[in-house]
């Protein structure tokens, strides 16, 4: 049996009872009456009022903050590398290509930058080592540049994204971040609790709708292609904007598991055939050189338009990233450097290497 559940809709708070003001004892405010002969003794002094919180870190604080692992891994050895006084020559290169390897960069990538580099070198005439790094921090945003394509919903109604990944990536939280977001645009949202193979990936989304008061369609036992299409039927009928259909993460040499996950697919199609109309691969950006291996066998499946790279905070691998743009350049839509809310936002390339370079 279907179930929906609808959060924040019909919740009202009953605004308390008004209580009677408590009166404070002038004793308690005025100077004790003194003794003969003894000065008065003064009120008591008004304690200090409470300090301002913080401010809230922007967003480029926080994505230097959640690249500090990756940075720590590949300035402290880059470092070495640009050092005042050193010449370009065959051996810098050599033990560029080592740092570049060593932090997940990959070796086709770091071929693909290493070239550009040289082309750079000869065109504009380099001769310091100093030098060599501002050009790396240039190649290294023309090869991400290709993947920062932010996600558009308008023009279709509902928009239907449909979310994928191996287990332990972070769907579900995903969904609930991304919930935020649209909801933050003036979209409303309905979730597809489609992971039953997980027992407990229903409860979470099931979580996450009441935190961000929107409705979960839910079973508690049953075909995740029919859960996605009732959650598509229904938000057809309530005019929903946007519809985030999970499903359950599985690895792809489960062949059998990734033929399931194809029929999620083909049943949202025939709903509406130009559906589903982004399918987000979300990676765990821990992963390393696998993330590469999982792009290409999601995006073989399910034809893959997106990517969400999240915890970035908790790795010193972001450096996977480079590998993703040469061997499969698809748009990483969003990417994680926290637990907030607020923490899931739209890939800019330059941000991402300033931060990766920031002293």
Do not use: C
């Not at 080592?129 to 090869?143: G, I, R, S």
Request: aromatic share 4%.
């Amino acid at each position: 049996m279907v179930t929906a559940r609808v959060f924040g809709f019909f919740k009202k708070s009953r605004p308390p009872a008004d209580e009677p003001a408590t009166a404070v004892p002038a004793a308690e405010t005025a100077a004790v009456p003194a003794a003969a002969g003894e000065p008065a003794i003064p009120p008591a002094a008004t304690p200090p009022a409470a300090a301002e919180p913080a401010p809230k870190s922007s967003w480029a604080q926080r994505l230097k903050q959640g690249l500090a692992k990756t940075r720590a891994k590949l300035g402290s050895q880059i470092g070495g590398l640009f050092g005042l006084g050193r010449k370009i020559d065959e051996a810098l290169y050599e033990e560029l290509e080592t740092v570049l390897l060593t932090a997940d960069v990959g070796v086709d990538a770091t071929a693909a930058l290493l070239d550009n580099l040289r082309r750079k070198v000869k065109k504009q005439g380099l001769t310091e080592a100093p030098q060599l790094q501002d050009a790396l921090k240039e190649a290294l945003t023309e090869l991400l540049a290709p993947l920062e394509a932010p996600l558009s919903i308008d023009g279709r109604r509902p928009f239907i994204i449909m979310l994928a990944g191996v287990n332990g990536a972070g769907k579900t939280t995903t969904i609930g971040k991304l919930t935020h977001l649209f909801q933050s645009q003036g979209h409303s949202v309905l979730l597809g609790a489609g992971d039953t193979f997980r027992a407990a990936a229903r409860e979470q989304l099931l979580v996450w709708g009441e935190r961000n008061g929107v409705t979960v369609i839910s079973q508690e036992k049953g075909d995740a292609a029919a859960v996605i299409y009732d959650a598509v039927a229904a938000a057809r009928a309530r005019n929903v904007d946007v519809v985030l259909a999970d499903t359950a993460g599985r690895l792809p040499t489960q062949l059998h598991l990734m033929e399931e996950i194809k029929k999620v697919k083909r049943v949202i199609q025939k709903i509406d055939p130009e559906a589903p109309h982004e399918v987000l691969l979300v990676l765990d950006a821990n992963t390393g050189q696998n993330l590469v291996n999982q792009v290409k066998a999601f995006d073989d499946a399910l034809g893959v338009t997106g990517l969400v790279l999240t915890k970035l905070d908790g790795t010193a691998r972001g450096g996977a990233i480079a590998a993703i743009a040469q061997a499969r350049p698809i748009p990483v839509r969003y990417i994680g450097v926290g637990e907030g809310l607020e923490d899931l936002r739209p890939f800019v390339a330059r941000d991402f290497v300033d931060a990766l370079f920031a002293a």
